[in-house]
């Protein structure tokens, strides 16, 4: 069975992904389009380069994720650093280290742009937040006069993982026509986490599907659950802004999905498991894999496509 297939952002709670498309590789589904917002592109980015659930498993829970956050020596000074950080590079780190592990992985099967990806196959969820609105990468480079081709894979996936104020906002600069007539502060676009304006971006293949005479299915991959309340301490304006960072992101487990969307969504419990709870153990991984794979087992053991 062919399916397209939409995955959820869901910072370290991604790993439950991975499982989920291990379930369905093991029940004969495979791939044709991926798309995907935060976590959730760096798993379609994986499956559109070619792993399968199998190694994709290996290689997240493999990982450690504290490794992404990286920043010099001197915004580690206590109190002063993390607030320096944030009002110089509007970040607490850089997210060069999620892009570069990301950019590793896909070099290993060949893909740096998005040329060496099929037409179609990936898309990309960000949220350009200068102009307020939705970036589909890779075509919606087009509206700044940006190559969508040429355009790192790594890249667009580190701008939809950029969780705002977590990590540094990626800059986009506008080209050719789109530059003309600007000052060159206003040449460049703040992008950040593609979850901010469409963390479950069910509608992406919908239009293009029914157009055809016999659809490719859409299958969402959900990640659900309250996370465990944990009262933030709050003692300055670094510790507001994760305050109120941690507390939107949360909001996404109480979303309504449409009726017609839910019977087509694999929803995971993600084990209380908190966004950017980086320091997630051994056993919370294993764990949130095998959740994934529970849910996916179920869903596809029940679930048959509208004809």
Known sequence: MEINAVFEGGGVKGISLAGAVQAAEQAGVSF???????????????????????????????????????????????????????????????????????????????????????????????????????????????????????????????????????????????????????????????????????????????EHENRKKIPVPTVGFQMIGKTDPQPYRITGPVTMLQAMVGTMLSAHDERYIEQEKFVRTVKIPTLGIGTTQFEVTKLQSDELYASGFKAGQTFFREWRPKR
């Open 32 to 206: 044709q389009r991926v798309a995907g917002t935060s976590s959730g592109s760096i798993v379609s980015a994986m499956l559109a380069a070619g792993y399968t659930g199998e190694e994709m498993s290996v290689i997240i829970r493999g990982t450690s994720f504290t490794s992404f956050l990286k920043r010099a020596p001197l915004y580690n000074t206590p109190i002063v650093g993390p607030a320096l950080r944030v009002m110089l590079k509007k970040g607490l780190y850089s997210g060069e280290a999620l892009e570069s592990w990301v950019r590793g992985i896909l070099r290993q099967r060949g893909i740096v742009t998005f040329r060496d990806l099929p037409s179609g196959k990936l898309s990309i969820i960000a949220s350009d937040i200068t102009n307020g609105r939705i970036v589909v990468l890779p075509e919606g480079l087009k509206e700044y006069g940006i190559s969508p081709d040429q355009f790192e894979v790594a890249k667009a996936v580190r701008m939809s993982c950029s969780i705002p104020y977590f990590f540094d906002p990626v800059l986009l600069r506008l080209n050719g026509e789109f530059a003309k007539g600007k000052s060159f502060p206003e040449q460049f676009v703040y992008t950040v986490d593609g979850g901010l304006l469409s963390n479950f971006p069910m509608w992406l293949f919908d």
